[in-house]
């Protein structure tokens, strides 16, 4: 089953690519290394004290068919966020679960937001860091008087700020 | 043979299967030593009898045989799948999880399991399965029992497992002689047969008897049965997805034979088969393992390992595929042996040993199959032994086992590595380590999906165990996979029970969440409780809304969560599995879910669109066959009710007749001059209020959206309407259709877009039509219902209905067809779109009465009355010539520079215009009275088909962009109309509350009045006489190129009247004759002045006014009025005296405008009326309006209203006229505040501190009323007039003369209330010096220093309310020049008590301390000084004087 996943993702990622070599055509063929690393796939999901999701986006390469399993995979990792919260005194869960070759990041704010971050194979210090940026956006979110908590977060600054901060970090 | 006969007679076919039964739990009950030479205790021990060995190759694990295998597990248990019990619409409950077995609920993997290890074969790698003992068994019957042993020995099976198994040479032989005690025969020589037996073998030999049963005539059935079930229940547990035999076994068996099997079995164990097998653990120990254990069996191995293996690989390993084994008689196999058997006899402390050196060497000789047998032995042993195993400990032999089994073996070991998991898995689940169970069976390959369906299954439902709470996420996650995979393995039945587990679960746990934070409320508002009606029709319909509502909580069936992508992906694929289930109505509900949500991609939608409308279409064709085979008419044709497009039933409308302009219906017309309203507030937009006539249109409008991102089009949209008759008795059975109603063909909605659709009812019966839902076609294809449905207002009348959400019966957007109803059609004609402010335009309002009644009534209600002048309607057909309507200006050659008129005073009502029917009132004189004001004869009815005129004269009176509202109502009943402008009732309040219900229509008009003339007015005091006012009037030209020629000014006032102080002749100066030629014209950009003098109408020729008529002024009727309205009980129901005007005219041009007694004349006062009326609105906002009236009179006695009459020159010819009204000349005294204070008597006494509370308010307000903020307020005024200056010259000597002055002192009194007592003292600029100190010279000097009164200089009187009163006083002074004479000191105060009866109010007043004192202070004693210099020149003929 999930391999068939895989499979349909490693073919986005070659369209991807082929796109991007269409792209860079004139530039040279020097910056292969920059398309391999934009091939990345990250989903990203804020969610609320009561697991509904206040925020998603999507970087890298968007996969559209899987974004279910995107979503699945983020959500049973919740369990094991509740697990590991407080087996550490830091926001920063580290990677809480995998699936295949997914791995889903976590970072819990003091109100038990969850940020939680699906990626294949990274660093940890980029998503830390990312993490920590993102609450940052989330407090000013939470400022805003127009904003309830634990409702979804639509405004559009922070949907272009998140994007800015994932093209920082991430890819 | 002979032996097998036995079994047969039995039903049995092998011996094996004959034993096979007492082989489980065998207990033993015998003390063993383990691998150190400890005792141990043996309580029980399974064996397993076979007649058949043989190295069977390992299943390949087929995935076509999985699946069957899986197939065969599941048939079993079909009504298993539907059944969900763990989760509810409500959730998993923690404590029913907790209590239940995993393997409740999916039966089929305990099936599964079951078959699994039946079909185990024996393998190279270990010795399981592989035998350790060998049964021979012999019949009793045979004649030489000891041969027929040897003969078997040589048996090719036994062959087998001399050179095959893991036993080899070391195998046991037991040998039986079986007795059949029908075979009596041999009864004699049985016991001398046995004792060859063992004589020849030894002891491990026994004798068996069976088929005791000899007579066949049976002990019972109930002992038959009992035999039998020893093998049937064997069988079912063993096969438990076979069908169940029909076979009985064991028929000619007693349970004496029974239980000498099982005796005989355990004797086979106890004295053969274990005491064996201990001996050879011993020999193998000393033979291996206990040199290679410890550090010396290390370091051995380790030699060994570096210098020996060239040899080993020849002698020891050998290859059977590619795999590497080792020989049996190698010590790596006998050590595995040796763990084995520690292992089969629960000895799992030195097995796991064992197995632990084992390993190395497995290892270091990359034989990967046996290294992972023995390293999954070794967590097997661990977990076997340790009661609370963690998780170190064991975990990662298994993890190593599996993936060495899948992954470094030559062939993947799937069947091996699976049968790993299971007992991995079934161990776990002893131990309830759940948290332990996924890790291991998620660890399954994925190439066969059932069966990575299966296990993933298993490990879901382990994540439902988890303790404390069950993890529910990632148990929906599992059993989505698990969803999946068994789709992929074409199992959809169990793929549907996954994902319905998912959806309960999810949508359960959110609903649970969200029922946390949103509460009481959100319940309340799905349910709402309907109240019954005694209504059958509305009865039935909320017991359907109630039945609809309780399915609809019922099948809970859309998924959400919130988490988009989840839902719609749950949704979308439980539809699709009912789909192919052929379960149509379900797969529609979750198909219908997924419309709607807009977070779905739009490539998804269009899919599921796709999708749902191929399901409908499948669905439609059962339907079609399921009616040709059973008449059976499907449910499926009726049409479902979809989410899109929304629409919301608040937003439709019901517009009457569509064809026209504005809003119709039933409107409440008040007589107040307030704008008609749809009658109530409560119940606006009811039923009751919108009706119309038979065969009217009415257009239903509904605001429709569309949730997607994709488009979709509505085909065939209609509405389903329900139809009333107005009474159950005329109904007529003719069948003609009572209503039509149109069809919108197509309408397309774009993704996200929001449109209106119009759909026209005509209806053709009277009754009452109600709007049910909208029907269309979606795409074309799938007809679908929306239900528009309205809750009532809520109820909040009882106590019951307060605590829960009561509503009213539904509101049904619907409308009464009525055909009593008038049916008018109106129209404006030549309305223009801007006109210039002032200028007046001539326009016609038609009316067609298009119904079938005469129009017996009919009224006009404008919300700009100033813009409006209405004139006598007229028929159509009496061919009235447009040009005969009357001018609005009456033209004449000459009038009269002052004219006087008596006019109502009243504040009318100027907005409603009555244009059919009776007009106000009945005799003729009030007739006359009102028709001077409103200059309108109606017309007495209209009937059907007839057309009437109303000729329209519009103003632009205000300059900018307005809004004017316009309102006809009709009714044919001509009692309704009792519009009536307020007069004088003994009660008030049935004049106010007078109004009367008629169809209406309201219109909006907008006009754009672009600026013209720019009129200012401006007012000073005059010197000459206190009384007399200057006023300027600046007139500026703004507009760009309009040339206008000023006609006329018209003022109008109660008590001034205004002569011009330059005249047309001064303005143009050189022109000749005053009155012929000369006009005042003003071109663009031009401003010109105006000024006049305003002198009181009735001042006598000395200067002297004449006092008023007090009790006739109307600001003394306010006065009155306001103070009952506030004080009294009984509020003023008197209206106003009518007062005389006097109109002072100026003409400016060669003709003169009539005013009086012309319509002009009345437009005029109703514009004033509007004007006057916002003002009041403005400054009493807490008054009513409908006391206006009784409160205010129309014209005060100090404004002036001002007009001016123009028309262009050139252009059009237009002619307008700009008016200023209330151009206040009056004194400065504040007279309403005069009202504030308590009258003495009639106050009404206030119980409640509210009513003395709203009083107060009330007061305040009027108080501070915008435009009394900045008001000078001082009652009394003095004026100083020198009357005469004698010159005489007392003194000798010359040039020193004495003047001696005579000045007139004049006290005027500004209150309407109060007459005053006063003391004014003259002061001489030497008593100045007397109040000053000492040390403060004060210069004596100037026009100070040389004059003093003479005479009285102190003067006591009274002064009347408005009233004046004069004093003369005598001043000499000794030099000519300019002297300030102002120097008086006035003390006033109030007159009071009886002394003042003259007072003509209608409330006595008196002075009482204890009242409200804040109104009262400034006016009822004041000490009052000059505020202003009066300069008198002395010794001049020229007497210049200045007064106050």
Redesign the interface.
């Known amino acids: 089953m999930s391999t068939k996943f895989l499979k349909e993702g490693i073919d986005n990622v070659q369209i991807g690519m082929d796109c991007h070599r269409e792209m860079l055509q004139p530039g040279g063929s020097h910056d292969s290394m920059l398309i391999v690393v934009m091939a990345a796939s990250f989903y990203f999901a804020i969610v609320g004290t009561n697991d509904s999701p206040l925020y998603e986006a999507e970087f890298g390469i968007q996969r559209e068919e899987n974004k279910y399993l995107q979503q699945f995979v983020v959500h049973a990792a919740l369990d094991l966020v509740d697990d590991v919260q407080f087996m550490t005194s830091g926001c920063y869960l580290k990677a809480v679960d995998r699936y295949n070759d997914w791995t889903v990041s976590a970072y819990v704010t003091p109100s038990n937001a969850r940020f939680m971050l699906l990626h294949e194979a990274k660093p940890e210090d980029p998503i830390r860091s990312f993490f920590a940026a993102c609450h940052e956006l989330y407090l000013r979110t939470l400022l805003n008087p127009f904003y309830e908590a634990n409702t979804s977060i639509l405004s559009q600054a922070f949907d272009a700020k998140v994007h800015t901060l994932a093209k920082k970090y991430l890819i | 043979m002979n032996a097998e006969n036995v079994c047969k007679v039995n039903n049995l076919d092998t011996f094996a299967d004959l034993l096979a039964p007492f082989g489980q739990d065998v207990s033993t009950q015998i003390t063993i030593q383990d691998g150190q030479g400890a005792p141990y205790f043996l309580d029980k021990i399974n064996i397993k009898f076979t007649d058949e060995f043989s190295l069977g190759k390992q299943h390949a694990l087929e995935a076509t045989e999985i699946n069957e295998l899986l197939q065969r597990s599941v048939a079993g248990h079909s009504d298993h799948i539907q059944d969900l019990s763990f989760v509810s619409g409500a959730g998993v409950g923690n404590e029913a999880v907790a209590a239940e077995d995993i393997s409740s609920w999916a039966p089929w993997y305990t099936l599964f399991r079951q078959q699994w290890v039946n079909e185990t074969k024996a393998s190279e790698h270990e010795s399981f399965l592989h035998p350790v003992a060998c049964l021979l068994v012999v019949s009793g019957s045979e004649a030489d029992p000891v041969a027929s042993f040897h003969e078997l020995q040589r048996h090719p099976v036994v062959h087998r497992v001399q050179t095959q198994s893991f036993s080899a040479t070391n195998v046991l032989f037991y040998y039986m002689l079986v007795h059949d005690e029908r075979d009596t025969a041999v009864l004699q020589t049985i016991d001398t047969k046995f004792d060859q037996v063992r004589r020849a073998f030894g002891q491990n030999t026994s004798m068996l008897r069976l088929n005791s049963n000899t007579d066949l005539l049976g002990t019972g059935s109930s002992d038959r049965a009992k035999v039998s079930g020893v093998w049937t229940n064997h069988y079912s547990a063993t096969h438990p997805w076979a069908p169940p035999l029909e076979k009985s076994f064991g028929t000619i068996m007693t349970m004496r034979d029974v239980t000498a099997l099982r005796d005989s079995v355990k004797n086979f164990m106890v004295k053969s088969v274990i005491p064996h097998m201990q001996y050879l653990i011993r020999v193998l120990s000393e033979q291996t393992a206990n040199q290679r254990r410890g550090i010396t069996g290390r370091l051995f191995s380790a030699g060994r390992r570096y210098f020996g293996s060239s040899t080993k690989t020849n002698s020891t390993l050998k290859g059977i595929g590619s795999d590497l084994y080792f020989r049996y008689d190698s010590p790596e196999a006998m050590m595995r042996k040796l763990a084995d058997y520690s292992f089969m006899l629960k000895d799992y402390r030195f097995a796991q040993s064992v197995y632990q050196v084992a390993r190395r060497d497995f290892q270091s000789e990359k034989a990967w199959k046996c290294y992972a047998g023995a390293q999954e032995m070794v967590g097997l042993s661990k977990l076997m032994l340790e009661i609370h195993a963690t998780k170190a400990e064991f975990e990662s032999n298994f993890e190593d086992a599996i993936s060495m089994y899948l992954h470094k073996t030559h062939a993947p070991q799937h069947f091996l590595a699976v049968r790993c998991i299971i007992l991995y898995y079934e161990l776990l689940k002893h131990h309830k380590l759940y948290s332990f169970a996924p890790a291991a069976l998620l660890r399954v390959p994925?190439s066969t999906?059932s069966l990575?369906a299966l296990m993933n299954e298993q490990a879901a439902y382990a994540?439902l165990k988890h303790s404390p709470r069950p993890?529910?996420?990632?148990f929906?996650?599992?059993a989505?996979?698990s969803a999946?995979?068994y789709q992929?393995a074409g199992m959809p039945d169990l793929a549907y029970r996954c994902l319905r587990a998912v959806h309960l679960t999810l949508g359960a746990?959110?609903s649970a969440?969200?029922q946390?934070?949103r509460g009481y409320v959100a319940t309340a508002e799905e349910k709402p409780a309907l109240v019954e009606t005694p209504d059958d029709k509305l009865a039935d319909s909320s017991a359907k809304t109630d039945s609809s509502t309780a399915t609809g909580s019922e099948n809970n069936i859309a998924m959400y969560?919130?988490?988009?992508?989840?839902d719609?992906?749950i949704n979308h694929e439980l539809g699709r599995q009912c789909m192919v289930a052929q379960r149509y109505d379900e797969a529609f509900m979750y198909f219908m879910a997924l419309m709607g949500d807009d977070k779905v991609?739009p490539?998804?939608q269009a899919k599921y669109l796709q999708e749902l409308l191929q399901l409908f279409l499948e669905s439609c064709e059962k339907a079609a066959e399921d009616k040709d085979s059973s008449e059976n008419d499907s449910q499926f044709l009726s049409p479902v009710e979809l989410s899109i497009p929304v629409i919301d039933p608040h937003l439709a409308r019901i517009i009457m007749s569509p064809e026209l302009e504005g809003e119709d219906g039933l409107f409440i017309w008040k007589n107040d001059g307030s704008s008609p309203s749809q009658s109530d507030t409560t119940s606006s937009g009811s039923m009751a209020d919108r009706c119309c006539s038979v065969g009217e249109v009415a257009a239903v409008l509904l605001v429709m959206s569309n949730p997607l991102t994709i488009g979709v089009t509505l085909n065939n949209f209609t509405l389903d309407c329900r139809f009333d008759p107005i009474d159950d008795d005329s109904q007529d059975e003719s069948g003609a259709p009572k209503y039509e109603v149109s069809t919108v063909p197509s309408v397309i909605l774009e993704g996200g877009q929001t449109t209106m659709v119009t759909v026209q009812i005509v209806p053709h019966c009277a009754g009452s039509i109600s709007i049910l839902g909208a029907r269309y076609l979606l795409c074309d294809i799938l007809p679908t219902f929306k239900q528009l449905r309205l809750p009532g207002r809520r109820l909040n009348n009882t106590k019951e209905q307060q605590l829960k959400s009561t509503y009213a019966p539904e509101s049904t957007l619907g409308f009464r067809v009525d055909p009593t109803l008038p049916r008018l059609e109106m129209t404006l004609e030549e309305f223009p779109e801007s006109l210039m402010s002032g200028s007046m335009c001539q326009v016609s309002l038609r009316i067609e009465n298009r119904g079938q009644i005469a129009c017996k009534s009919a009224a006009l209600w404008i919300s700009h009355p100033s813009f409006f002048d209405i004139k006598s309607p007229h028929l159509m057909a009496e061919d009235v010539d447009v040009d005969a309507v009357e001018s609005m200006y009456a033209y004449k050659d000459t009038i009269a520079d002052v004219e006087t008129v008596q006019v109502s005073n009243v504040l009318q009502n100027s907005s409603t215009f009555i244009l059919v029917g009776q007009a106000y009132g009945n005799s003729p004189a009030e007739l006359a009275k009102d028709r001077n004001l409103q200059h309108l004869v109606p017309i007495e009815q209209l009937e059907p088909g007839s057309t009437c005129v109303v000729p329209l004269w519009l103003r632009g009176d205000r300059v900018g962009a307005h809004t004017l509202n316009m309102c006809v109502g009709a009714s044919t009943d001509a009692a309704l109309l009792n519009m009536r402008p307020p007069r004088t009732t003994n009660n008030a309040k049935s004049t106010t509350n007078d109004l009367c219900r008629m169809r209406s229509r309201m219109f909006e008009i907008d006009l754009l009045v672009t600026p013209s003339l720019r009129v200012n007015a401006f007012v000073r005091p005059s010197t000459k006489n206190p009384h007399e006012r200057i006023l300027g009037i600046d007139v500026e030209n703004v507009h760009p190129d309009l040339h206008v020629e000023l006609v006329q000014a018209t003022f109008s006032s109660g008590y001034y009247r205004l002569t011009p102080l330059a005249t047309t002749q001064s303005l143009k100066p050189g022109s000749g004759d005053v009155k012929e030629g000369i006009k005042v014209r003003l071109g663009p950009r031009q401003t010109i002045s105006l000024v006049y003098r305003a002198l009181p109408y009735k001042t006598s020729a000395n200067g002297y006014t004449t006092p008023l008529d007090l009790s006739a002024l109307p600001e003394l009727f306010t006065v009155n009025a306001l103070r009952q309205y506030i004080y009294s009980s009984e509020k003023p129901s008197q209206l106003p005296d009518s007062i005389d005007l006097v109109y002072s005219n100026q003409i400016l041009g060669d003709r003169s405008v009539g005013c009086i007694h012309s319509s002009l004349q009345g437009f005029i006062v109703r514009a004033q009326a509007t004007r006057r009326r916002n003002m009041l609105r403005a400054n009493y906002s807490l008054i009513p309006e409908s006391y206006f009236s009784f409160l205010f009179p129309l014209f005060e006695t100090f404004g002036i209203d001002f007009v001016l009459f123009w028309s262009e020159i050139g252009g059009s010819h237009r002619s307008g006229h700009h008016s200023i009204t209330g151009i206040d000349l009056g004194v400065p005294h504040d007279y309403v505040n005069e009202a504030l204070n308590p009258p003495s008597e009639g106050v009404t006494r206030t119980w409640l501190a509210d009513t003395a509370q709203e009083r107060e308010t009330l007061i305040s307000s009027i108080a501070n009323r915008p435009s009394a903020i900045g008001r000078y307020e001082r009652p009394l005024d003095v004026v100083m007039k020198v009357e005469k200056t004698e010159h005489c010259t007392k003194s000798t000597e010359p040039g020193s003369p004495l003047y001696i002055i005579d000045v007139a002192i004049s006290v005027y009194n500004h209150s309407w209330r109060y007459a005053y007592s006063l003391t004014l003292d003259l002061l001489s600029p030497k008593d100045l010096d007397l109040g000053s100190l000492e040390d403060v010279n004060l210069d004596n000097t100037g026009s100070r220093a040389a004059w003093t009164w003479i005479g009285q200089t102190s003067y006591s009187m009274s002064v009347a309310q408005h009233g004046m009163v004069t004093v003369n006083a005598n001043l000499s002074c000794l030099a000519s020049g300019v002297i300030d004479i102002g120097l008086w000191h006035l003390i006033a105060k109030a007159a009071t008590g009886e002394e003042t009866t003259e007072i003509p109010f209608s409330l006595a007043y008196s002075y009482d301390t204890s009242r409200n004192m804040q109104f009262r202070s400034k006016s009822q004693e004041c000490n009052l000084y000059p505020h202003q210099p009066c300069f008198v020149a002395v010794g001049n003929d020229d007497k210049e004087s200045e007064a106050v």
């Open positions: 994925e999906a990575f994540y993890e529910i996420r990632r929906s996650f599992y989505m996979i999946q995979a992929g746990s959110f969440m969200k946390d934070t969560s919130s988490w988009a992508a989840i719609s992906y991609p490539k998804l």
